[in-house]
């Protein structure tokens, strides 16, 4: 167990909780994973198995249901105190299709499991001392990360990186409290005196190396929590249009020949007051014209997946019956209320109606003449508001780290004015605030706000 990390406890609830850990929609495989005492009791319900398979050992296995066989998964048991939760697991590697994981799902409800909420599993190892606050919120960070300093700095914290630097601060500044302390409540014993001078400059170094590490948890997320609006639609149905006629500048290359975007061009925008990552995607089709396009559109489609919100760009000109296709496989990389429908060219005649995108809600926009941009906005703006957007990460952590800063400092001026009592209680209120940042010390409200941030199934 890395240092700083809470220490282990049973988790606030008994129950065994499951979730689909993998994105939603039809693929290869899908993973389903239960957590919580009686996970292989409620999974034997429907896995045919005269015994439990060997913990931690991949086991091929047929799951029941009723008298059918659904699927063949391989199946993983981990035992509490050796998962990724410290709770007994269960882990089911089935065939990536939605209604195999629908059936999981309400097998595995029907045997006593509720569904997870966001980022429950991440939030029983913490709880049961897995992972401390920072490890926790590195693996969202992880999972979020879209750039390879974003990806070091994440992987870096999940390793323990920015605990450490923590625990090495709160280890000075527990060691100069304690000598301050010692010397308040004990001043006839033979005890090492506090120089004014020295205390002050021990203080007045913590405070800087705490200003410095916020202002390195600043720089390296700079950006990382805005959130992402991704035009997602066909080849040439004006994607890269509505993005510059957005940004109100030409960001992305625009051609009548179809296929000119062949990657994500990613711009920071202000969508009526809402400032998120807008994202151009290359075109999807059902029939890609060649390697370069499909390995473009496995893009587009991976960057909706992972969207805030996805927008899905439709020609107004073009055929209805394609336009029907692309809604209703939108709907299924989006959780609800993350998806909505932009029919473009509004300028020209229509040939799809609003009534044609699988009921989804839909702004007409022509990027030429302007009309309908101001509702997109709105649109926009509205949907990212109603999502449940977490604490992010560096915001919290780099507070926490001014907050210590704050303390230090006004200790390091009291002791230098030999107000030693003053000078100890602001120490612990900087102690505080670094427990807070680990973990040690932090309210449900903090933490709600920080696991609000996963998805579910992590």
């Known amino acids: 167990m890395a240092q700083g990390r809470r220490p282990a406890q049973a988790p606030l609830t008994g129950d065994v909780v499951v979730a689909l850990a993998t994105p939603p929609g039809a693929g290869a495989l899908a993973v389903v994973r239960l957590s919580g005492p009686g996970a292989w009791a409620a999974a034997a319900s429907f896995v045919a198995a005269d015994r439990p398979p060997a913990p931690r050992r991949a086991t091929l296995l047929a799951l029941r249901d009723g008298d059918a066989v659904l699927d063949q998964a391989v199946v993983t048991r981990f035992e509490a105190g050796a998962s990724y939760s410290g709770e007994e697991t269960v882990e089911l590697s089935t065939h990536g299709s939605p209604y195999v994981v629908e059936r999981v799902l309400a097998l595995a409800e029907a045997a006593g499991c509720r569904p997870a909420r966001p980022g ?3 939030y ?25 300093d974003e990806h070091r700095t994440a992987a870096a914290d999940l390793e323990g990186g920015l605990s450490s630097r923590v625990e090495a601060l709160r280890a000075g500044a527990l060691d100069l409290a304690a000598l301050v302390e010692a010397n308040l409540d004990h001043p006839d014993d033979d005890l090492p005196p506090v120089r004014p001078e020295d205390a002050a400059r021990r203080a007045g170094a913590l ?15 700079l950006g990382a929590g805005a959130p992402s609006v991704v035009l997602l639609g066909a080849p040439n149905a004006g994607k890269s249009s509505l993005l510059n006629a957005l940004l109100g500048e030409d960001r992305a290359l625009v051609s009548p020949e179809p296929g000119t975007t062949r990657d994500a061009v990613e711009a920071v925008a202000d969508l009526a007051g809402a400032a998120c990552a807008l994202v151009d995607t ?3 089709r059902a029939a890609p014209a060649s390697e370069l396009e499909r390995r473009g559109a496995e893009v587009a489609l ?15 000109a073009g055929d209805p ?3 029907r296709a692309a809604a209703a496989h939108a709907r299924t990389l989006s959780a609800e209320g993350r998806c909505a429908a932009v029919l473009t060219k509004c300028d020209l005649p229509e040939r799809v109606a609003p009534e044609d995108l699988a009921g989804l809600e ?3 926009v022509s990027a030429r003449t302007g009309l309908g941009l101001d509702a997109l906005a709105a649109l926009a703006r509205r949907r990212l508001a109603a999502l449940p957007r977490g604490l992010p990460a560096a915001g919290r952590q780099a507070a926490a780290l001014l907050d210590a800063a704050a303390a230090f400092s006004t200790a390091a001026a009291e002791l230098a004015a030999g107000r030693e009592e003053t000078a100890a209680h602001t120490l612990r209120a900087g102690l505080a605030a670094l427990d807070s940042l ?3 010390d932090t309210s449900e409200e903090v933490l709600g706000a920080v696991f609000a941030r996963f998805c579910v199934g992590k």
């Open 120 to 122: 429950e599993f991440t």
């Open 124 to 148: 029983r190892a913490y709880l049961n001392g897995r992972l401390d606050l920072p490890q926790a919120e590195a693996v969202c960070d992880l999972i979020a990360a879209r750039s390879a």
């Open 207 to 221: 405070a800087d190396a705490a200003a410095s590490l916020a202002a390195s948890r600043r720089r390296a997320r």
């Open 282 to 284: 290359a075109g999807v």
């Open 302 to 316: 991976s960057r909706a997946r992972a969207a805030d919100l996805t927008l899905l760009v439709v020609d107004r």
């Open 321 to 323: 019956a394609e336009a």
């Open 362 to 364: 839909t702004v007409s």
């Open 438 to 440: 680990v973990g040690k």
